[in-house]
């Protein structure tokens, strides 16, 4: 019988359904749990149960949401549990305790706002979730990491607990789907005239429109692009309303109109993409390995992104794009303009960009190492007797090459 794998995240999980799908293809029964819409699971197939929890600190509702959880993993029954995104992360461990033969596995995409803000209130929750973690880890089987800082750092605090850690790189990009997205969504034309452009020069970021994404930095930056370069147009994709306290305010975004567009968010992201000049990501937090980089670099876009843990494992400064400080609105500037200025150069990062997309972030590398990750483990814990399939056999350890998979 093939091993059941309940998939876990947030309001965007829809995004991992290629992942999901390419697993199914490798063997495994997956069932998904999210937040968001229920729709584009249904369309492809996928059994999918709907979740809520409280995106922000609030430990009334996360002790619902426990309780809600293991409510789920009682009634799906999965062999393994993989969770992803910040919140799921902490409370599917901590749902799981009562499961002795199910194998929590949660991918560690991004350490949010608690370890991230520089803010009094961060600092004051930090030691708090950090024991939470250490208390999530005693139930989890196994921690993957999309980049070598998250490693170290819960290796540091001591977060990772018995199943120890592995690195596996991004969630991956279906470059096919990608492509064929950009390719049946509307012409550049068209959206340009939908969006105001005209003949403009293009920055684009794709992300939640919040403090923390470095928005604030990315609209004062855009105000000395405007200074030097008229004709620059900034197009913020993503979320605000969503966003709660931490989103940017929309009085402070309309100061910068004409030359900032803020269209909210969009499901074309590929097809905008292509009608881009520059991809601009300044944010202030510890990133996995962002989504919206990789699908930027995949578009052959050269790339203006901050010194963040993530962001350095898709940009190579001066290489395929730039680094820039967090916070750091002229330096931000400066680049964009250099980018504007020396189209050659950036084509040939925009073409390096894509080129380390497809070697080393595509959906196929980084399903067959999670696939991979699954049957060691399934395999490692059937050693010890605890665990069996529900037919009773044993699963056969996995004789793929992962030896560079753990960090």
């Not at 902490?90 to 199910?102: Q, S, T």
């Not at 004051?124 to 139930?139: F, Q």
């Not at 850690?165 to 068209?190: K, M, T, Y």
């Not at 995949?298 to 963040?308: H, N, Q, S, Y």
Request: aromatic share 6%; hydrophobic share 45%.
């Amino acid at each position: 019988m093939s091993p059941h794998l309940l998939c876990i995240g947030g309001d965007d999980h829809d995004l991992r359904i290629p992942f999901m799908l390419a697993l199914a293809s490798r063997g495994f029964r997956v069932t998904a749990a999210g937040t968001g819409d229920p729709a584009p699971f249904k369309c492809v197939g996928l059994d999918f149960r709907a979740i809520s929890f409280d995106r922000f600190v609030n430990p009334i509702a996360d002790w619902t949401a426990i309780k809600a959880l293991s409510r789920l993993l009682a009634d799906v029954g999965a062999e393994l549990v993989q969770s992803f995104d910040t919140k799921p992360n902490l409370l599917v461990p901590l749902a799981a305790r009562g499961f002795r033969d199910m194998l929590v596995v949660r991918t560690i995409n991004g350490l949010g706002w608690i370890y991230s803000s520089r803010s009094p209130v961060a600092a004051a929750l930090a030691p708090a979730y950090r024991a939470l973690h250490r208390l999530a880890a005693r139930s989890t089987a196994l921690t993957v990491f999309q980049n070598r800082d998250d490693k170290l750092f819960f290796e540091q605090h001591r977060m990772l607990g018995r199943g120890g850690g592995r690195l596996i790189a991004g969630s991956g990009i279906d470059i096919e789907r990608f492509e064929r997205a950009a390719a049946s969504g509307p012409p550049p034309a068209v959206l340009r005239e939908s969006l105001g452009l005209g003949s403009s020069e293009v920055v684009v970021t794709v992300t939640r429109i919040t403090r923390q994404k470095g928005i604030r930095t990315l609209l004062e930056a855009a105000a000395l692009v405007h200074e030097a370069r008229s004709g620059v147009r900034f197009l913020l994709v993503g979320p605000r309303q969503s966003e709660g306290p931490m989103a940017v305010p929309q009085a402070e975004i309309d100061r910068h109109a004409p030359y900032v567009i803020a269209p909210g968010r969009r499901s074309d992201v590929p097809a905008l993409l292509k009608l881009a000049d520059v991809f601009a990501f300044p944010t202030e937090y510890r990133e996995g390995v962002p989504r919206c980089l990789l699908e930027a670099a995949l578009a052959g876009l050269p790339i203006v992104t901050t010194r963040m843990p993530g962001c350095c494992d898709v940009v190579s400064d001066g290489w395929n794009g730039f680094l820039v400080p967090p916070r750091a609105p002229r330096i931000l500037a400066a680049r964009i303009l250099d980018l504007l200025r020396d189209r050659g150069t950036a084509s040939v990062m925009g073409a390096r960009a894509s080129e380390l997309v497809k070697r080393e972030f595509n959906l196929g590398i980084t399903v067959a190492r999670y696939a991979a990750a699954y049957k060691d483990l399934l395999y490692r814990v059937s050693q010890d007797g605890r665990y069996a399939s529900k037919d009773g056999t044993l699963p056969e350890p996995c004789h793929q090459n992962v030896d560079h998979l753990d960090g």
